[in-house]
């Protein structure tokens, strides 16, 4: 990028190496964020039911003059996104997105105390218009995740919170809150719901109605996302990297928050 120009990405103003114009940010501006958890055989908790995650050692430096590992995983595995495709026929697999649905302004929405307090508690419509008193209109075409407080709990069996019977439970958006947020336009053209947890809806929930309401809508999820004491209320951008696969529904994913240093 040549100095003292500016572009424009996900609703971010960027400037190049120059001194920033007023009202514009320079890269030099932002700080990088790390939002995803590392994978490890070891520690990554895989929804029930998927497949395994393994890692195997094929060569080594001192015998092969290289290293490599064998790894196997689901599409989703980890921190990963979702594609339409992953819950409905006729939808757009990861690789039929454009670059823009992977590079979005975020919002987090904290309800952790809510979330201590009742592992199956639903984001309300109210939870969300609490929110923009505080801090502002939810962007258009943003990626909205909820901080419950689970990415404290990964790599342990307390991430699946499993009762006696087996069922888990973890919070999430209420299907009122999903539909709130299409309807009146928060999403956009493009957008996400983001989580720390499993899926954007309650565990409680396995029709999974939340999910396939915002894939239908073309829109993706970020699900199993770390650090994000690190991610201000609003102001920042999400970049989601991860392998696309041809007719994919998702990947493991690396995601980074762009997050303004003033």
């Known amino acids: 990028m040549l100095a003292g120009v500016v572009t424009t990405v996900g609703g971010m103003a960027v400037a190049g190496a120059g ?4 009202g514009t940010l320079g890269l030099k501006d932002y700080r990088l964020v790390n939002l995803a958890h590392v994978n490890d055989p070891d520690r990554t908790n895989v929804y029930p039911g998927d497949p395994a995650f393994t890692m195997t050692t094929v060569t080594t430096v001192p015998e092969d003059g290289f290293y490599l590992q064998y790894v196997r995983q689901g599409e989703h595995t980890g921190t990963h996104w979702g594609a339409p495709s992953h819950f409905n026929e006729g ?5 039929e997105l454009d670059a823009e649905d992977l590079f979005l302004p975020a919002v987090k929405v904290d309800v952790r105390a809510r979330a201590r307090r009742d592992a199956d508690y639903e984001v309300t419509v109210a939870d969300l218009q609490r929110w923009e008193r505080e801090h502002g209109r939810i962007p258009q ?3 909205i995740v909820l901080w419950t407080g689970w990415e404290d709990r990964w790599g342990t069996p307390a991430f699946y919170n499993f009762d006696a019977s087996g069922q888990m439970h973890q919070p999430g958006f209420s299907l009122e809150a999903a ?4 309807r009146t336009g928060r999403l956009g053209r493009r957008g996400a719901l983001g989580t720390d947890t499993f899926s954007p809806e309650r565990a409680v929930d396995t029709s999974y109605a939340v999910s396939k309401l915002l894939y239908r809508e073309r829109r993706i999820s970020l699900e199993v996302l770390a650090n994000l004491a690190e991610l201000p209320a609003t102001g920042a951008h999400v970049l989601v990297g991860g392998t ?10 690396s995601v980074y928050a762009f997050v303004p240093k003033r």
Do not use: I, Q
């Open 19 to 22: 001194t920033a114009s007023a």
């Open 91 to 95: 939808e757009r697999h990861a690789d």
């Open 141 to 143: 075409e943003a990626a």
């Open 179 to 182: 539909r709130w947020l299409v």
């Open 244 to 253: 696309v696969n041809r007719r994919g529904s998702g990947s493991p994913a």
